[in-house]
C-alpha cells in the first residue's frame, strides 16, 4: 500500500517536472510479482532475475517491482501506475494477471509488456513460460521409483493449465516405473500461503503419502516432510537445497535471467516485437537442481538419462500411448503432444482420479 | 472416495495444532476489546511477533526464549498503538489498520537474513501415562506445550474476568470509561495494560506459526491468520471458551478439508476451500439473529477525562 503511494507520487513527480530528458537515457523495466520476493520459491527466482537485469547493464536500467500483488483489478491498478510512472518494459509474472496485463497494455500502446505463463498476446504483449512440465516428469519418474506406500501427495494451487499438465507429467513418469502408484490432490487455491500448505503436507503425509511434489511457492511443505521423517520432496521454482540432501531430493529451478537481459536489450536496440516464447531444460530456462545421494544411483543415472533426452529433444514428456482420464485416445503410440494442447491442457490423463475443479 | 484413509486421530491432534495461533491472538484480541479498544493490528502484531521470534530462536537456539522474545516485540508494537489511541486520541480503526501495515513492512525488513533458514522448534511435551494411554495419548497428550498453555490461558482470562476484582474493573472500563473514571479507576492506563496483553499474545501466536507450525520465515507468513481472529472474538461474543470452540471450529474445518481433498472426496474443491470462511459467516449470522451480541459499549470510543 505504502508504496503504491510511493509509486503514485513518483509518477506525479515525474510528470511535474518533465522527467523525458531524465528518463530518456535509462530504460525502466517493472516487475509486478504474485507473492514477496523472499518466498524462497517462484517470486524469489524472478526477483532473481530482475536483480540480474540490473547487474548485467549497470547504470542504463532502472527496474521497479512491486511485490504481494493479488490477482485481478489490483495489479491492473500496479501496472498502469508503472505505466504512468515512465517504465519501457513491464513483466507480469502470474498466470492471473493475463487479462489485466492485456487491458493495460491496450491503454499504453507504448509500453511493452511481457506476461509469464499466459497465452493471450497483443502487439504489445509478449507471452513466456518454461516448460516445467519436463522438469515435472523426472520428479515423477523419482518420485515412483522412491515411493514405499505407492502414494504420492501433490500440493496443487490453481486448476489452470500450467498446474494440469505438471500432474500429468509426473503421474505419466511415476506409473511408467511404478504400476501401483496413487495420487492424491490437494487445490491449495493458493500460490502463496505457508500455514496453508503446511496444513496441506500434514494432510497428505498422514494419509499415507510418502512422497510430496508441490505447485506452491513456499518452502513450509519441505519442513512438513522433514518432520515427519521418512517423506521425501522436490524444490519448486527454486532449488530450495536447505531442505537437502532430504527429504529434497531435487528440484525443479526456474532461470529467468537469460530471457530478462534479452529482452531488456531488445527494448533498448529498439527491436522488441511480440513474442511466445517456451523453452524448456534444453534452453536452460527450466534447471534440475542437483539429485541428492537419497536417491539411489541407478534411479539417478536413469533421471539424468531422462535430462538429456529431454534437453536435447529427443524425448518428449508427452509421448503416447497417453489415454485421458475418461478412457478416450489422446496420443496414439509415439506421437507427440503439440503444443496448442498443452498450452490449453484442461484434462487428466487416464489413471488420475478425482476431477479437476472447474 | 475412500474416507477411511482419514484418520481422525491425527485429524484432532493437527486440528488443534492449526487452531492454536487464531486462539492465541483471539484471546489476546478479547481482553483488549473487554477494556474498549478496538485493535485491528492483530496481523501486524503477529507477523512481528513471528520474525522476532524467530530471529531470537535461531540465534540463541532456544524456542522458549523466541516465545518470549516475541510476546515483548508484539507488547511494544501494541504500545506505539496505545500511547497514539490512548494519550493522543487517533482513531483506532485507522491506527489498528496502520499498525497492520507497519507490521507487516517491519516483519520483512528484519526477516530478509533470515529466510531459508531452520529454526528450532519445540520438543513435543510426552507427558507420563497420559501419553501412553490409546487414541487419547496421542490425539490429546503428545503436543508441545504451546497448545497446553493456550488452553489454560482460556481458563485464566475467563476466570479473571468473571470472578477477580481486576477483572471486574477492566470490564467496567469497557461497559463505560466515563463511569469507570468517575469511581476513580485509571482508565488509560487500564487500556493500555489491555492493549499490552493483547499485543504479547499476537507476538506469541506469530511465533507459533514460525516457530512450531511451518516451522520457518517467509515473508507474509501469517496470511491473514490475525483476521480471523478479529473475526473469532466476534463469533465467540467476547467469552473466553468460545473463542475455544470457535479457533477449534475454524482451524478443524481447515485441517478437514485438507484431509477430505487428499482423500479424493467427491465434493466440488471450492465449496471445501471456502467451507471454514463459509461456517464463520453461518455462526457470525446466527449469533447477530439473536440479538445481544455481547459487545462491551465503550468498543472502540475514545475516552478523554474532561469530555
Given at each position: 500500500m505504502?508504496?503504491?503511494t510511493?509509486?503514485a507520487?513518483?509518477?506525479?513527480?515525474?510528470?511535474?517536472?518533465?522527467g523525458?530528458?531524465?528518463?530518456e537515457?535509462?530504460?525502466?523495466?517493472?516487475f509486478?510479482?504474485v507473492?514477496?520476493?523472499?518466498?524462497?520459491?517462484?517470486?524469489?527466482?524472478?526477483n532473481?532475475?530482475?536483480?540480474?537485469?540490473?547487474?548485467?547493464?549497470?547504470?542504463?536500467?532502472?527496474?521497479?517491482?512491486?511485490?504481494?500483488?493479488?490477482?485481478?483489478?489490483?495489479?491492473?491498478r500496479?501496472?498502469?501506475?508503472?505505466?504512468l510512472?515512465?517504465?519501457?518494459?513491464?513483466?507480469?509474472?502470474?498466470?492471473g494477471?493475463?487479462?489485466p496485463?492485456?487491458?493495460?497494455?491496450?491503454?499504453?500502446p507504448d509500453?511493452?509488456?511481457?506476461?509469464?505463463?499466459?497465452?493471450?498476446?497483443?502487439?504489445?504483449v509478449?507471452?513466456?513460460s518454461a516448460?516445467f512440465?519436463?522438469?515435472?516428469a523426472?520428479?515423477?519418474?523419482?518420485?515412483?521409483?522412491?515411493?514405499?506406500?505407492?502414494k504420492?501427495?501433490?500440493?496443487?494451487s490453481?486448476?489452470?493449465?500450467?498446474?494440469?499438465?505438471g500432474?500429468?507429467?509426473?503421474?505419466?513418469?511415476a506409473?511408467?516405473?511404478?504400476?501401483?502408484?496413487e495420487?492424491?490432490?490437494?487445490?491449495?487455491y493458493?500460490?502463496?500461503?505457508?500455514?496453508?500448505?503446511?496444513?496441506?503436507?500434514?494432510?497428505?503425509?498422514?494419509?499415507?503419502?510418502?512422497?510430496?511434489?508441490?505447485?506452491?511457492?513456499?518452502t513450509?511443505?519441505?519442513?512438513?516432510?522433514?518432520?515427519?521423517?521418512?517423506?521425501?520432496?522436490?524444490?519448486?521454482?527454486?532449488?530450495m537445497?536447505e531442505f537437502?540432501?532430504f527429504?529434497?531430493v531435487?528440484?525443479?529451478?526456474d532461470?529467468?535471467?537469460?530471457?530478462?537481459?534479452?529482452?531488456?536489450?531488445a527494448?533498448?536496440?529498439?527491436?522488441?516485437?511480440?513474442?511466445s516464447?517456451?523453452?524448456?531444460i534444453?534452453?536452460?530456462?527450466?534447471a534440475?537442481?542437483?539429485?541428492?545421494?537419497?536417491?539411489?544411483?541407478?534411479?539417478k543415472a536413469e533421471a539424468?538419462?531422462?535430462?538429456?533426452?529431454?534437453?536435447?529433444?529427443?524425448?518428449?514428456?508427452?509421448?503416447?500411448?497417453?489415454?485421458?482420464?475418461?478412457?478416450?485416445?489422446?496420443l496414439?503410440?509415439g506421437?507427440?503432444?503439440?503444443?496448442?494442447?498443452?498450452?490449453g491442457m484442461?484434462?487428466y490423463?487416464?489413471?488420475l482420479t478425482g476431477?479437476?475443479p472447474? | 472416495?475412500?474416507?477411511?484413509?482419514?484418520?481422525?486421530?491425527?485429524?484432532?491432534?493437527?486440528l488443534?495444532?492449526?487452531?492454536?495461533?487464531?486462539?492465541?491472538?483471539?484471546?489476546?484480541e478479547?481482553?483488549?476489546?473487554?477494556?474498549?479498544?478496538?485493535?485491528l493490528?492483530?496481523?501486524?502484531?503477529?507477523?512481528?511477533?513471528?520474525?522476532?521470534?524467530f530471529a531470537?530462536?535461531?540465534?540463541?537456539?532456544?524456542?522458549?526464549?523466541?516465545?518470549m522474545?516475541?510476546?515483548?516485540?508484539?507488547?511494544?508494537?501494541s504500545?506505539?498503538?496505545?500511547?497514539?489511541t490512548?494519550y493522543?486520541?487517533?482513531?483506532?480503526v485507522?491506527t489498528?489498520l496502520?499498525l497492520?501495515?507497519?507490521?507487516?513492512?517491519?516483519s520483512?525488513?528484519?526477516?530478509?537474513p533470515y529466510?531459508g533458514?531452520?529454526?528450532?522448534?519445540?520438543?513435543k511435551?510426552?507427558?507420563?501415562?497420559?501419553?501412553?494411554?490409546?487414541?487419547?495419548?496421542?490425539?490429546?497428550?503428545?503436543?508441545?506445550?504451546m497448545?497446553?498453555?493456550?488452553i489454560?490461558l482460556?481458563?485464566?482470562?475467563?476466570?479473571?474476568?468473571?470472578?477477580?476484582?481486576?477483572?471486574?474493573?477492566?470490564?467496567?472500563?469497557?461497559?463505560?470509561?466515563?463511569?469507570?473514571?468517575?469511581?476513580?479507576?485509571?482508565?488509560?492506563?487500564?487500556?493500555?495494560?489491555?492493549?499490552?496483553?493483547?499485543?504479547?499474545?499476537?507476538?506469541l501466536?506469530?511465533?507459533?506459526?514460525?516457530?512450531?507450525r511451518?516451522?520457518?520465515w517467509?515473508?507474509?507468513?501469517?496470511?491473514?491468520a490475525?483476521w480471523?481472529?478479529?473475526a473469532?472474538?466476534?463469533?465467540?461474543?467476547?467469552?473466553?471458551?468460545r473463542i475455544?470452540?470457535?479457533?477449534?471450529?475454524f482451524?478443524?474445518v481447515?485441517?478437514?478439508?485438507?484431509?477430505?481433498?487428499a482423500?479424493g472426496?467427491?465434493?466440488?474443491?471450492?465449496?471445501?476451500?471456502?467451507?471454514?470462511?463459509?461456517?464463520?459467516?453461518?455462526?457470525l449470522?446466527?449469533?447477530s439473529?439473536?440479538?445481544?451480541?455481547?459487545?462491551p459499549?465503550?468498543?472502540?470510543?475514545i475516552?478523554h477525562?474532561?469530555?
Amino acid at each position: 500500500m505504502k508504496r503504491r503511494t510511493l509509486l503514485a507520487s513518483a509518477a506525479a513527480l515525474t510528470l511535474a517536472f518533465g522527467g523525458a530528458a531524465f528518463a530518456e537515457d535509462k530504460t525502466k523495466v517493472g516487475f509486478v510479482f504474485v507473492g514477496p520476493v523472499g518466498d524462497g520459491g517462484w517470486t524469489y527466482e524472478h526477483n532473481k532475475g530482475r536483480l540480474a537485469v540490473e547487474a548485467h547493464f549497470g547504470d542504463k536500467v532502472e527496474t521497479v517491482f512491486q511485490e504481494s500483488v493479488p490477482e485481478g483489478a489490483d495489479s491492473e491498478r500496479v501496472m498502469t501506475q508503472m505505466a504512468l510512472s515512465g517504465a519501457d518494459l513491464i513483466f507480469t509474472t502470474s498466470f492471473g494477471y493475463m487479462d489485466p496485463t492485456i487491458n493495460v497494455a491496450a491503454k499504453f500502446p507504448d509500453v511493452k509488456f511481457e506476461h509469464a505463463t499466459g497465452y493471450k498476446q497483443a502487439d504489445n504483449v509478449s507471452v513466456y513460460s518454461a516448460r516445467f512440465y519436463e522438469g515435472r516428469a523426472i520428479q515423477g519418474h523419482i518420485a515412483g521409483k522412491m515411493t514405499k506406500t505407492n502414494k504420492i501427495g501433490y500440493i496443487a494451487s490453481f486448476p489452470i493449465p500450467e498446474v494440469i499438465r505438471g500432474i500429468n507429467s509426473a503421474y505419466i513418469h511415476a506409473k511408467k516405473v511404478n504400476p501401483d502408484v496413487e495420487f492424491s490432490i490437494i487445490w491449495a487455491y493458493t500460490w502463496f500461503d505457508p500455514a496453508k500448505e503446511a496444513d496441506a503436507a500434514q494432510a497428505l503425509i498422514e494419509q499415507g503419502a510418502d512422497v510430496i511434489l508441490q505447485h506452491t511457492d513456499s518452502t513450509a511443505p519441505q519442513a512438513a516432510a522433514e518432520a515427519a521423517g521418512n517423506v521425501v520432496t522436490f524444490g519448486q521454482a527454486s532449488d530450495m537445497a536447505e531442505f537437502g540432501p532430504f527429504p529434497r531430493v531435487s528440484s525443479i529451478i526456474d532461470d529467468w535471467a537469460p530471457y530478462y537481459i534479452d529482452r531488456v536489450q531488445a527494448v533498448m536496440d529498439g527491436t522488441w516485437t511480440s513474442t511466445s516464447t517456451w523453452d524448456g531444460i534444453g534452453a536452460g530456462m527450466v534447471a534440475i537442481g542437483e539429485i541428492s545421494d537419497a536417491v539411489p544411483a541407478d534411479v539417478k543415472a536413469e533421471a539424468l538419462a531422462m535430462q538429456d533426452a529431454l534437453a536435447d529433444g529427443s524425448y518428449h514428456a508427452f509421448t503416447g500411448p497417453i489415454n485421458k482420464q475418461d478412457g478416450t485416445v489422446w496420443l496414439a503410440e509415439g506421437e507427440t503432444a503439440d503444443d496448442g494442447t498443452l498450452a490449453g491442457m484442461s484434462f487428466y490423463v487416464e489413471g488420475l482420479t478425482g476431477e479437476i475443479p472447474n | 472416495m475412500d474416507l477411511s484413509s482419514i484418520n481422525p486421530i491425527l485429524l484432532i491432534a493437527s486440528l488443534m495444532v492449526s487452531a492454536t495461533p487464531i486462539l492465541l491472538a483471539a484471546l489476546g484480541e478479547l481482553v483488549v476489546e473487554k477494556s474498549g479498544v478496538l485493535n485491528l493490528g492483530v496481523e501486524g502484531m503477529m507477523i512481528t511477533g513471528a520474525i522476532c521470534g524467530f530471529a531470537i530462536g535461531v540465534n540463541t537456539g532456544s524456542p522458549v526464549l523466541g516465545f518470549m522474545f516475541a510476546a515483548i516485540c508484539g507488547a511494544l508494537l501494541s504500545l506505539a498503538f496505545g500511547i497514539l489511541t490512548q494519550y493522543l486520541l487517533s482513531n483506532q480503526v485507522a491506527t489498528g489498520l496502520g499498525l497492520t501495515l507497519v507490521g507487516l513492512g517491519l516483519s520483512s525488513l528484519i526477516g530478509k537474513p533470515y529466510e531459508g533458514i531452520k529454526s528450532p522448534t519445540l520438543q513435543k511435551m510426552e507427558i507420563p501415562i497420559l501419553s501412553d494411554l490409546p487414541i487419547v495419548g496421542r490425539m490429546l497428550f503428545s503436543h508441545d506445550p504451546m497448545v497446553y498453555f493456550s488452553i489454560a490461558l482460556v481458563a485464566v482470562v475467563w476466570a479473571v474476568l468473571k470472578y477477580t476484582r481486576a477483572g471486574l474493573i477492566l470490564r467496567a472500563v469497557g461497559e463505560s470509561h466515563d463511569a469507570a473514571h468517575a469511581l476513580g479507576y485509571k482508565v488509560v492506563r487500564i487500556r493500555i495494560m489491555a492493549i499490552l496483553f493483547g499485543g504479547a499474545c499476537a507476538g506469541l501466536a506469530g511465533a507459533y506459526i514460525s516457530l512450531v507450525r511451518v516451522p520457518q520465515w517467509t515473508e507474509g507468513m501469517t496470511a491473514g491468520a490475525g483476521w480471523i481472529a478479529l473475526a473469532i472474538v466476534v463469533f465467540a461474543s467476547w467469552k473466553p471458551w468460545r473463542i475455544l470452540i470457535g479457533a477449534y471450529l475454524f482451524g478443524g474445518v481447515t485441517v478437514l478439508q485438507l484431509n477430505l481433498q487428499a482423500a479424493g472426496a467427491k465434493v466440488p474443491v471450492e465449496v471445501l476451500s471456502m467451507s471454514p470462511y463459509l461456517i464463520t459467516i453461518l455462526v457470525l449470522v446466527i449469533i447477530s439473529a439473536r440479538g445481544n451480541h455481547g459487545a462491551p459499549a465503550a468498543l472502540g470510543k475514545i475516552f478523554h477525562a474532561s469530555r
